[in-house]
C-alpha cells in the first residue's frame, strides 16, 4: 500500500468524523446532555434544599439502617427505599413545576387558536372559515358561495 493512499483513507475518516460531530442531530443531542444536566443540578438543589425540609416537618424519613444478612452479606434495603422516596420527589417536583405548566400553557395556545375542521373527502386539517379543502380542494360542509 502506498503512503498516499492511507493518509487519503485517514483524511475521509476524519472528513466523516467532522460532519458526524457538526450535524444538527449531534450537535442537539449535546446540547440536550449540557442542559439536562444543568436542569437536573436546579431540580436536585430544589429537592434537597426545599422539598425535603418540608417532609421533614411530618416525620423524620431515614430508612438507612434498615437491613438484613444472609450468610455474611448485608442487604441495605433501607437505603433503596431512601433513593426511591429521593426519586419520586425528585418526580414530583418536575412534575409540579415543569409539566402541569407547560400542559397550561398549551391548552391556553390551544384555546386561542383558530378553529378547524376535518376535510370529509382527505381528512386534512383545515380553517373552519375555509370553503375548500387546501389539500384536495373538495368543497366543506356549510361553506357558501
Same mark, same amino acid.
Given at each position: 500500500m502506498a503512503l498516499g493512499e492511507g493518509w487519503r483513507e485517514h483524511m475521509d475518516l476524519l472528513r466523516d468524523f467532522r460532519h458526524y460531530l457538526f450535524t444538527a442531530r449531534a450537535l442537539d443531542l449535546a446540547i440536550g446532555v449540557?442542559? !439536562?444536566? +444543568? %436542569? $437536573?443540578?436546579?431540580?436536585?438543589?430544589l429537592v434537597d434544599n426545599l422539598v425535603s425540609p418540608l417532609m421533614?416537618?411530618? !416525620?423524620?424519613?431515614? %430508612?438507612?439502617? #434498615?437491613? &438484613?444478612?444472609?450468610? !455474611? $452479606?448485608? &442487604?441495605? /434495603? !433501607?437505603l433503596f427505599i431512601n433513593d426511591v422516596? *429521593? &426519586? #419520586?420527589l425528585v418526580a414530583a417536583t418536575v %412534575? #409540579? +413545576? =415543569? =409539566?402541569r405548566p407547560k400542559?397550561? /400553557?398549551?391548552?391556553?395556545?390551544? *384555546?386561542?387558536a383558530d378553529p378547524t375542521v376535518t376535510c370529509g373527502a382527505c381528512l386534512s386539517t383545515v380553517p *373552519?372559515? *375555509?370553503?375548500?379543502?387546501?389539500?384536495c380542494r373538495a368543497e366543506l360542509p356549510g361553506a357558501s358561495e
Open positions: 449540557v442542559i !439536562g444536566v +444543568a %436542569f $437536573g443540578t436546579v431540580i436536585k438543589s421533614s416537618v411530618v !416525620g423524620d424519613f431515614d %430508612f438507612s439502617e #434498615l437491613s &438484613f444478612s444472609v450468610r !455474611g $452479606g448485608e &442487604f441495605l /434495603y !433501607g422516596i *429521593a &426519586f #419520586l %412534575f #409540579l +413545576a =415543569v =409539566v400542559r397550561a /400553557y398549551e391548552s391556553q395556545l390551544a *384555546a386561542q *373552519a372559515a *375555509a370553503r375548500r379543502c387546501a389539500f
